[in-house]
Nanobody, 130 residues
Framework: QVHLVESGGGVVQAGGSLRLSCTAS????????MGWFRQTPGKEREFVAY????????YYEDSVKGRFTISRDNAKKTVFLQMTSMKPEDTAIYYC???????????????????????WGQGTQVTVSS
């Protein structure tokens, strides 16, 4: 059973934009912190952004601040990642993640770390050409 499904990946030129979506089939979606991570071959999966359950709090990795925006629609059980001014170094597989266990409540620092999430999507490829 797939709980998180990402979409919206593709190929874009440097300077362009893409909008990723992640739709959840989780009953308590509206109470969960959601995150986006990305991974390139041979590297660890790295944090990109998170948003708290209500959308009132967001946090970004430094290299995407001012370019990426995370948002959510709890009625549609969907979290978004709007990416603008994209760079070739943004090329990666992007993963949606959910904190269904309240891990971030144990340690808020975990919200920007892989250990703060217990459920993951299958990923969507984003390629930025120069």
């Amino acid at each position: 059973q797939v709980h998180l499904v990402e979409s919206g990946g593709g190929v874009v030129q440097a300077g362009g934009s893409l909008r990723l979506s992640c739709t959840a089939s989780l009953r308590s979606f509206g109470s969960m912190t959601m995150g986006w991570f990305r991974q390139t071959p041979g590297k660890e999966r790295e944090f990109v952004a998170y948003i708290n359950y209500s959308g009132s709090t967001t946090y970004y990795e430094d290299s995407v601040k001012g370019r990426f925006t995370i948002s959510r629609d709890n009625a549609k059980k969907t979290v978004f990642l709007q990416m603008t001014s994209m760079k070739p170094e943004d090329t990666a597989i992007y993963y949606c993640a959910a904190d269904t266990l309240g891990l971030g409540g144990l340690n808020t620092a975990w919200r920007s770390e892989r250990r703060g999430y217990d459920m993951w999507g299958q990923g969507t490829q984003v390629t930025v050409s120069s």
